[in-house]
């Protein structure tokens, strides 16, 4: 069965700090994966999309690695502010001929304080 | 260019009742998916339209069904509702199918069902 984990489940972080969210996977076979931003009532946002052959993808102080052999993936948030206080969701897409099957995880919560 | 749009934002229905949820893509994009998100169980995908035909759905009951329209807007139903329907139906548009591109999200749409 696939699935997606990720950790930890909240974070409470201090204005001006890093952090780093993790995303463990067991899918296959796999296509991309992808982290979403999601701030609370609003739809997701795109962060980064990385498929096999990436391992470092960036979108200003957002860093996400992909190591496909471990089946791990992480994002760096540099710098955070409080815009960063957020749900941060890794989803994982297989590809089965010509569809793609996403499994999302559960999301990190992320608080930033002044 | 206007993002995606979804209506209604916010719905009451009554058990045992079936509703309909319109979601308009960004212009030019023929991929249309849905999800399904709770407290309890994140979020979930339903299904992908792609130039009207459904390419792929998730685990849910045939009480969720759902279409695009020539102009790739799409329509989900869901039918003899149950309490545990009640969520955040949130719909995403990309230009080919999403596994493989950017996927916008809308901001969603709130049913409670009682």
């Not at chain 1, 995303?23 to 795109?46: A, E, I």
């Not at chain 2, 849905?34 to 995908?45: A, D, E, M, R, V």
């Amino acid at each position: 069965k696939n699935q997606v984990e990720q950790s930890p489940q909240s974070l409470i972080i201090l204005e001006g700090k890093n952090c780093t969210l993790q995303c463990n996977y067991t899918v296959s076979p796999f296509s991309n994966l992808r982290w979403y931003k999601q701030d609370t009532g609003r739809g997701p946002v795109s962060l980064t999309i990385m498929t096999f052959s990436e391992n470092t993808k960036s979108n200003g102080r957002y860093t996400a690695t992909l190591d496909a052999d471990t089946k791990q993936s992480s994002l760096h948030i540099t710098a955070s502010q409080l815009s960063d206080s957020a749900s941060y969701i890794c989803v994982v897409s297989a590809r089965r001929g010509g569809s793609y099957i996403p499994t999302f995880g559960r999301g990190t919560s992320l608080i930033v304080h002044p | 260019k206007a993002g995606v749009t979804q209506t209604p934002r916010y719905l009451i229905k009554t058990r045992g009742q079936q509703v309909t949820l319109s979601c308009s893509p960004i212009s030019g994009h023929r991929s249309v998916s849905w999800y399904q998100q709770t407290p309890g169980q994140g979020l979930q995908f339903l299904f992908e339209y792609f130039s009207e035909t459904q390419r792929n759905k998730g685990n849910f009951p045939g009480r969720f069904s759902g279409r695009q329209f020539s102009n790739s807007r799409s329509e989900m139903n869901v039918s003899t509702l149950e309490l545990g329907d009640s969520a955040l139906y949130l719909c995403a548009s990309s230009l080919r199918l999403e596994g493989d591109t950017e996927a916008f999200f809308g901001q969603g749409t709130r049913l409670t069902v009682v």
